[in-house]
């Protein structure tokens, strides 16, 4: 069963810096595509960032564009999101999830919190 | 405010069938695949639905998608207790260079 399991989570000053991880198996990770996907609480689903099996092509919604950066390792089957310059209003469940077609997410890891206050 | 417009909520009684509308534009829907999902209550969302109308493998036929021009559709025949959650709709957006998503329908059954 494809696995991926979110870390990284917590708590942060408006301002400051997080790095989210994401670690996969039972599944040749370099042949999919990958994205993040948050929630804020109470709220609909956002998508943050989108990055192909070769890291290719990145992709970031605009709100996140300039401070988030979505890398991946290949040979450690795991992905990355560096979240920089951090606001309240990022305050959410991030989920890792991978990618297929052109696009849908066929499988959701369970997420990590991450909360932006002072 | 979400690219996809979906109705906030809809409700039926256990055995009755709900849709749910998703409108969106010919630089989404119009000209990309529309994927669905279910977040039971606490949960991770769920893929229920993809490239329009087909089912990932282990979900039942009761739901159903179709997409006419730029809206989508998702049927829930069947009703059950166990369906009451949230539904999101979901497609890739050319003109923005990005996935959007619908505001989510909250399903209630009564």
């Known amino acids: 069963e494809v696995q991926l399991v979110e870390s990284g989570g917590g708590l942060v000053k408006p301002g400051g810096s997080l790095r989210l991880s994401c670690a996969t198996s039972?599944?040749?990770?370099?042949?999919?595509?990958m994205s993040w996907v948050r929630q804020a609480p109470g709220k609909g689903l956002e998508w943050v960032s989108y990055v192909s099996g070769s890291s290719r092509y990145i992709y970031y919604a605009d709100s996140v564009k300039g401070r988030f950066t979505t890398s991946r390792d290949n040979a450690k089957n795991s992905l990355d999101l560096q979240m920089n310059s951090l606001r309240a209003e990022d305050t959410a469940i991030y989920y890792c999830?991978?990618?297929?077609?052109?696009?849908?997410?066929?499988?959701w890891g369970q997420g990590t919190l991450v909360t932006v206050s002072s | 405010q979400s690219v996809l417009t979906q109705p906030p909520s809809v409700s039926a009684a256990p055995g009755q069938k709900v849709t749910i509308s998703c409108s969106g534009s010919t630089s989404n829907i119009g000209n990309n695949y529309v994927s669905w999902y279910q977040q039971l209550p606490g949960t991770a969302p769920k893929l229920l639905i993809y490239d329009n109308d087909k089912r990932p493998s282990g979900i039942p036929d009761r739901f159903s998608g179709s997409k006419s021009g730029s809206s989508a559709t998702l049927g829930i025949t069947g009703l059950q207790t166990g369906d009451e959650a949230d539904y999101y709709c979901?497609?890739?957006?050319?003109?923005?260079?990005?996935?959007?998503f619908g505001g989510g329908t909250k399903v209630t059954v009564l």
């Open positions: 039972e599944f040749t990770f370099s042949r999919y595509s």
């Open positions: 999830v991978r990618v297929k077609g052109s696009w849908y997410a066929d499988f």
């Open positions: 979901g497609s890739w957006d050319s003109s923005l260079s990005a996935v959007v």
